[in-house]
T-cell receptor, first 110, second 113 residues
Framework: QQKVQQSPESLIVPEGGMASLNCTFS?????YFWWYRQHSGEGPKALM?????GDKKEGRFTAHLNKASLHVSLHIKDSQPSDSALYFC??????????FGAGTRLKVIA | DMKVTQMPRYLIKRMGENVLLECGQD?????MYWYRQDPGLGLQLIYI???????SEGDIPKGYRVSRKKREHFSLILDSAKTNQTSVYFC????????????FGAGTRLSVL
């Protein structure tokens, strides 16, 4: 069964610091990779997607994908208290099914 | 406006009662989903709907059924709810294909006593 492992489970970073989140997926057929963010009391919202090997940068957020090592990561530069949330990675093999990791809880302290 | 609306937001039921969770979307997305979220387990897929009357089991369908009679509306039904179905339930929708964004509703927090 397709699985996605996320690490760490939780992370505390100082305001202005760098947060690094990791995912390992199990299906070599996975094609599409997503990061979702969920603030307390809300539904998850898509943060960014990455479909090709290498880096993708959107503002303070950079995703990195290495399909050979089945690894995707998210790096948040200059972390802000508003970045405190639960972060999920998800993959999709091109069918309708998105598989989510268990999440990383990020707390940014002032 | 791109929105997924879930009703109700909070629900308390007794064990053995029937439960209906409703979801609507205004984006004409073909595909809709029901997930449940439990601490430490992430989002687990219950059912997928590819379009009206075209539904498929996800990873944890036992104890649940769904109904989709209109493209914009997708219901999750728990017949004779159990205490282990206490959870937060999320509905989502997307265009066809894994390269498309999933849009989630705000969730329904269900407690089965």
């Amino acid at each position: 069964q397709q699985k996605v492992q996320q690490s760490p489970e939780s992370l505390i970073v100082p305001e202005g610091g760098m947060a690094s989140l990791n995912c390992t997926f199990s299906d070599r057929n996975s094609q599409y990779f997503w990061w979702y963010r969920q603030h307390s009391g809300e539904g998850p919202k898509a943060l960014m997607s990455i479909f090709s090997n290498g880096d993708k940068k959107e503002g303070r957020f950079t995703a990195h994908l290495n399909k050979a090592s089945l690894h995707v990561s998210l790096h948040i530069k200059d972390s802000q208290p508003s970045d405190s949330a639960l972060y999920f990675c998800a993959d999709n093999t091109g069918n309708y099914k998105y598989v989510f990791g268990a999440g990383t809880r990020l707390k940014v302290i002032a | 406006d791109m929105k997924v609306t879930q009703m109700p937001r909070y629900l308390i039921k007794r064990m053995g009662e029937n439960v209906l969770l409703e979801c609507g979307q205004d984006m004409s997305h073909e595909t809709m989903y029901w997930y449940r979220q439990d601490p430490g387990l992430g989002l687990q897929l219950i059912y997928i709907s590819y379009d009206v009357d075209s539904n498929s089991e996800g990873d944890i369908p036992k104890g649940y059924r769904v109904s989709r009679k209109k493209r914009e509306h997708f219901s999750l039904i728990l017949d004779s709810a159990k205490t282990n179905q206490t959870s937060v339930y999320f509905c989502a929708s997307s265009l066809l294909g894994g390269q498309n964004t999933l849009y989630f509703g705000a969730g329904t927090r269900l407690s089965v006593l």
